[in-house]
């Protein structure tokens, strides 16, 4: 019980550090807070589509279901906070561009990953039989995270785009205030906590789910 | 009063609230495996 208590305080404590300790950011002034939910938002998007993608190859290769089980509720996982990234992005958005939607190549990249992986949970919910659906559920998410790369790192840095250089920038260096990126780094550690811990629940009512079936 | 304690304030609760409601879901998960 206590590491659950450590995750709250964590990102209580990261949260009152970004209102209260660490700088605006000149150019984005109020709307600075809203780096340090959507960025880390769209990180444990990545992470919990890669780890979709890893257990979808060990159930390929075991054959277990357990791997399905963490697939399917890292998928879910990976879809919700990409939509919390969207979400808050786009609120984001019409304060600084004075659109919530402007098809920059970052949003029409997010919208394309909304749209493979709510297709596979549509795969997914149309197949009968716990075999079927974890093979071919595994080869789609494989398959489905061949496009992350591309359309997170790649396209937003091929186009010109209204969204600021990326953390990592071109020379390779973290340009951000040294209070900013203590705040930012420990929102993205307590993101990645709270997303392992949502998918060892998602988990568990997956194989509670199957045992009450059977 | 200052917006940044307002919003930080308003941050706060909905991050305790939001952690309750995943303890509860636990906690009834919990249960049910027991069950």
């Known amino acids: 019980m206590i590491w659950r208590w450590g995750i709250f305080v964590w ?4 949260m009152a550090a970004a209102f209260l300790w660490a700088p605006l950011v000149p150019v984005l002034q109020e709307t600075t807070r809203v780096l340090y939910f959507h960025i880390p938002a769209a990180w444990v998007t990545v992470i919990a589509l890669g780890w979709s993608m890893i257990q979808s190859v060990l159930y390929l290769w075991k054959r277990d279901l357990r791997h399905d089980d963490h697939a399917a509720a890292a998928a879910e996982l990976g879809l919700l906070f990409c939509v919390a990234a969207t979400v808050s992005g786009s609120l984001w958005a019409k304060s600084m561009w004075g659109s919530y939607w ?5 949003e029409t990249s997010i919208f394309f990953l909304l749209l493979i992986y709510g297709a596979y949970l549509a795969l997914r919910g149309s197949l009968e039989g716990d075999e079927k659906r974890a093979r071919l559920s595994a080869v789609y998410s494989i398959a489905a995270f061949v496009a992350v790369p591309p359309l997170v790192f790649v396209v937003p ?3 010109s785009t209204l969204h600021p250089d990326p953390i990592l920038n071109a020379s390779g260096r973290v340009d951000m205030d040294p209070t900013i990126r203590l705040c930012f780094t420990a929102m993205l550690v307590g993101f990645t906590f709270l997303f ?18 059977t | 009063m200052d917006r940044n304690w307002v919003v930080l304030g308003v941050s706060l609760l909905v991050w305790g609230l939001l952690f309750a409601w995943i303890l509860r879901v636990e906690r009834r998960l919990h249960d049910m495996e027991r069950r």
Do not use: F, G, K
Request: charge should be positive; charged fraction near 30%.
């Open chain 1, 11 to 14: 990102i209580a404590a990261a």
């Open chain 1, 102 to 106: 402007n098809w920059d190549p970052r």
């Open chain 1, 157 to 159: 840095r091929l186009y």
């Open chain 1, 196 to 213: 392992a811990w949502l998918q060892s629940l998602r988990v568990r009512v997956s194989r509670l789910e199957r045992r009450l079936a």
